[in-house]
């Protein structure tokens, strides 16, 4: 019996998909069937690739770029994406930022920065994509990429942290208010994952080797980590799951200690 495709037909959005985990869970959906709408800030050759791939990988799309910051782009988007393929059935809200700075240096505008493309973005992203399935009477999927930092406190990381912990709650809520109109919420909690916004501490031998004990598969996750655990809850196969966070940690959570 030939294989079906987990999400044949379906069209899915991934924002911040021109590298890193985006671009794996646009690819990983790719695989599986879905057409894929590549967003990130620019429509440059890092998000053309990202298209490339998803082609590479049997499916198509789009790119549409907007900055999720900005609340009437991130409308815009949702339109652009519906204009360009018909339709939306999977959000995955992965555009995210951090910035290191101790509390008493934090600027408004560092602060501003992080809040509004990691919770503002994903939450008016989110409310323009769910009025899109309400007006068509369809349910959906909503996978944000969040963080164990959702959970684990990350000093010098506050803003990070604070808009981790106001995904993580978002979540929890939008799974109980949408939930009659068949639309699924959940959380992607990665750990730590050998993409470029860890670039320092990939150059750094001994906060890796202090990191890596604290992991007690004793080695940083992968973007396909992360990308197998969004096909599933965007899949039919986690059709009974909303409101949960899976984290993809390698058990970090278990006792992590700040070095």
């Given at each position: 019996m030939e294989k079906v495709a987990r999400l044949q037909g379906k069209i899915a959005l991934v924002t911040g998909a021109a590298r890193g985990i985006g671009r794996a869970v646009a690819v990983r959906l790719a695989q599986e069937g879905a057409k894929i709408v590549?967003?990130?800030?620019?429509?440059?050759?890092?998000?053309?690739?990202?298209?490339?791939?998803?082609?590479?990988?049997?499916?198509?799309?789009?790119?549409?770029?907007?900055?999720v910051s900005e609340t009437q782009a991130g409308r815009r988007l949702i339109e652009e994406a519906i204009t360009h393929m018909g339709r939306i059935d999977v959000l995955v809200n992965n555009a995210g930022?951090?910035?290191?700075?101790?509390?008493?240096?934090?600027?408004?505008?560092?602060?501003d920065r992080v809040l509004d493309i990691n919770l503002k973005g994903a939450f008016f992203v989110t409310q323009a994509f769910v009025s899109h399935l309400r007006d068509s009477q369809r349910g959906g999927r909503i996978?944000?990429?969040?963080?164990?930092?959702?959970?684990?406190?990350?000093?010098?990381?506050?803003?990070?942290?604070?808009?981790?912990?106001?995904?993580?709650?978002?979540?929890?809520?939008?799974?109980?208010?949408?939930?009659?109109?068949?639309?699924?919420?959940?959380?992607?909690?990665?750990?730590?994952?050998?993409?470029?916004?860890?670039?320092?501490?990939?150059?750094?031998?001994?906060?890796?080797?202090a990191l890596?004990?604290?992991?007690?598969?004793?080695?940083?996750?992968k973007p396909l980590d992360v990308a197998n655990a969004v096909l599933f809850?965007?899949?039919?196969?986690?059709?009974?799951?909303?409101g949960s966070t899976?984290?993809?940690?390698?058990?970090?959570?278990?006792?992590?200690?700040?070095q």
């Open positions: 590549v967003n990130d800030l620019h429509d440059d050759d890092r998000a053309a690739q990202t298209l490339a791939d998803v082609r590479a990988a049997g499916s198509d799309g789009c790119i549409v770029a907007a900055d930022v951090e910035h290191n700075a101790s509390f008493l240096d934090v600027t408004e505008e560092d602060y996978v944000n990429i969040s963080s164990v930092h959702e959970e684990l406190p990350f000093p010098h990381f506050t803003s990070y942290c604070a808009s981790k912990g106001g995904m993580k709650m978002m979540m929890r809520n939008l799974a109980i208010e949408l939930a009659p109109l068949g639309i699924t919420v959940n959380n992607v909690a990665p750990g730590a994952i050998g993409t470029s916004i860890n670039d320092r501490l990939l150059h750094d031998p001994a906060k890796l080797t890596l004990g604290n992991i007690p598969l004793k080695r940083l996750g809850l965007a899949s039919d196969e986690a059709d009974y799951v909303t899976l984290y993809v940690d390698g058990g970090l959570l278990w006792n992590y200690a700040e």
